[in-house]
């Protein structure tokens, strides 16, 4: 079935009617609010493993937290969108800047290996087979080890399926007053579903793991021609519609999710949560009003969104701090500079469970703006 372009207006009106129609119930937000502010670790903090982030412009650094030490990785550039973690976080694909080549490595900066050079991001497609992205936005996918190549029909897609063939499509509209989202089947461009209007600040997406859904923030209209606040909705290859799996504007109304870039939202390892910033805002304008921001997971099977109230950040225009999960699926770290301190950007982790924020680490370097973290890895045996 092939979706026609529409105005913005009809597009907005069509894909509420249709989202609210296959709309499932939704429990209400939870707050976890422990009775202790911020900590500083201990010794030992459980889960360990290593974060990759950076703590200053020249590198990516290592940050092993059984040992609470930290060690810059030579022949790296500071990476925190165009990087990869493996599906098991044990290894981690990188670009060398010496070489201009992409990389992969353990999570500790040892065993080093090419995965190809010519390529402006590259992705784990599946356990043996890469997707390439070159610097004039074609794709392929790159078998390992062999080097069979296999090119994808890519033309206006901005993200591919883990292990499949359907891609996220971003098109400007006949009437250029704006740009559309579908969800369609690069081998059959014409199976398409619509996800409705792309517009900025109301727009993240993220595959799950495995590459069987997609998650994606839309804003929400009530009659009016600004929207009225935003919500997230789930889409699998071959579904009628998309699903609405939050209700977030019956809480605050006017907020965004996450900010301007795009692929923010954090699935968790096993695919059965999703974090992501709520930005409450004081006005209509997502890049100007925006108030405090808070950390929020929303569980998959239960439909529950929690908030953890220990997370407020004040710093999250246009991007609020990037999310890694354990690999235990237990905590998230985050980099932020908090108001009011007199400390240097910190590296805070989160026990989803008991909502407690730690302090790891201190003097995350800002590098592309914003002191991030770029992955939470597995110590190798």
Known sequence: MRIFPFSVATLAAVMLLSLTAYAQAQV???????????????REYTPGGIILTSFDRSALWVYDIDRDRRYPLPE????PTNCRLSPDARTFVYFNDLTNAFNRMRVDGTGRTLVTDNAAQVEF??????????????????????????????RGIVSVQPGGRWGLLIEPLDDAQGFRRALVNLQDRGQQIDLGVDLTYYDDTAWSPDGSRLAFAAPTYNGAETPAGVELYLVAPGDLAPVQVTRLIDVYGEARINGLAASALSWSPDGTRIAFWVVDMGGTNPATDGLIGELHVLDMTTRATTKFCRTEIDTHTPNPPRLAWSPDGT??????????????????ALDTTTGVVTILSEGLYPVLGAPDVSAWGRQNP
């Open 331 to 348: 905590h998230i770290a985050y980099g932020t500079d908090l108001a009011d301190d007199t400390k240097p950007a910190l590296l805070l």
């Open 125 to 154: 497609w599946s356990a043996d087979t890469w997707l390439v992205w070159t610097p004039g936005r074609s794709a392929y996918l790159l078998r390992d080890g062999t080097g069979e190549r296999e090119s994808l029909d890519v």
């Open 76 to 79: 790296t550039f500071p990476c």
């Open 28 to 42: 209400g937000i939870r707050n976890v609010c422990p009775p202790v502010e911020i900590e500083t670790r201990g």
